[in-house]
């Protein structure tokens, strides 16, 4: 897998799921945790920080009075009911740890939903790239990582989730996904599997 033709996406990286008083904390309650996801994380983009590989980021954030969401349903009812990834409040920013980066991740302004692609300019970004590979990181798995990487499955794209990059509301959901979801049009792999395979 060469570096530069594959990107890696990182999302939900924000203080809302990972601060220790993120409103939706304690929505993620699964091996792995929010924790070691950010650990295995930073560790991932260290080692791919001098290569040529792209990355971005794409946080979800709402305006104050949730406007855009004219009629939810669902997890984005959830969300707004709640108040999280509010514009403006510290649970809408990008975790710490990820702006540690700094310009080496590229952020990518627009979603406002459960797919990356819809309403962003990642898909153009991609192209720029001439990217063929995507990788995935970040919460929640049979959310946001399974809209986007199916939608960039159905872009013709060859995809990778990361099993230790990942986390889902449970366990068994984290482990369905990766077992039996994904497979059926991505790679599982490690982070360290896949540092393994690039050159």
């Given at each position: 897998?060469?570096?530069?033709?594959?990107?890696?996406?990182?999302?939900?990286?924000?203080?809302?799921?990972?601060?220790?008083d993120?409103i939706?904390?304690?929505?993620?309650?699964?091996?792995?945790?929010?924790?070691?996801?950010?650990?295995?994380?930073?560790?991932?983009?260290r080692?791919?920080?001098a290569?040529?590989m792209?990355?971005?980021?794409?946080?979800?954030?709402?305006?104050?009075?949730?406007?855009?969401?004219?009629?939810?349903?669902?997890?984005?009812?959830?969300?707004?009911?709640?108040?999280?990834?509010?514009?403006?409040?510290?649970g809408?920013?990008?975790?710490?740890?990820?702006?540690?980066?700094?310009?080496?991740?590229?952020?990518?302004?627009?979603?406002?939903?459960?797919?990356?692609?819809?309403?962003?300019?990642?898909?153009h970004?991609?192209?720029?790239?001439?990217?063929?590979?995507?990788?995935?990181?970040?919460?929640?798995?049979?959310?946001?990582?399974?809209?986007?990487?199916?939608y960039?499955?159905?872009?013709?794209?060859?995809?990778?989730?990361?099993?230790?990059?990942?986390?889902?509301?449970?366990?068994?959901?984290?482990?369905?996904?990766?077992?039996?979801?994904?497979?059926i049009?991505?790679q599982?792999?490690?982070?360290?599997?896949?540092?393994?395979?690039l050159?």
């Amino acid at each position: 897998m060469r570096a530069e033709h594959t990107a890696l996406i990182l999302i939900g990286y924000q203080n809302d799921y990972f601060a220790a008083d993120g409103i939706l904390k304690d929505v993620l309650d699964g091996s792995p945790t929010p924790g070691e996801v950010m650990i295995n994380t930073v560790h991932l983009l260290r080692a791919v920080e001098a290569t040529a590989m792209p990355i971005f980021i794409t946080p979800i954030v709402f305006t104050p009075d949730y406007s855009e969401l004219t009629d939810a349903t669902g997890i984005l009812k959830a969300i707004k009911d709640v108040k999280a990834f509010r514009e403006g409040e510290p649970g809408s920013k990008v975790s710490p740890e990820i702006l540690g980066f700094g310009d080496r991740i590229t952020e990518v302004r627009g979603k406002r939903g459960l797919n990356a692609f819809y309403g962003t300019e990642l898909q153009h970004l991609l192209e720029a790239r001439e990217v063929t590979h995507v990788v995935f990181a970040g919460v929640v798995t049979s959310v946001c990582i399974d809209s986007s990487a199916r939608y960039a499955y159905d872009q013709g794209l060859n995809v990778t989730i990361l099993s230790d990059c990942t986390a889902g509301r449970t366990s068994i959901e984290q482990e369905f996904f990766c077992s039996n979801i994904f497979p059926i049009y991505a790679q599982v792999q490690s982070s360290q599997e896949l540092l393994d395979s690039l050159h």
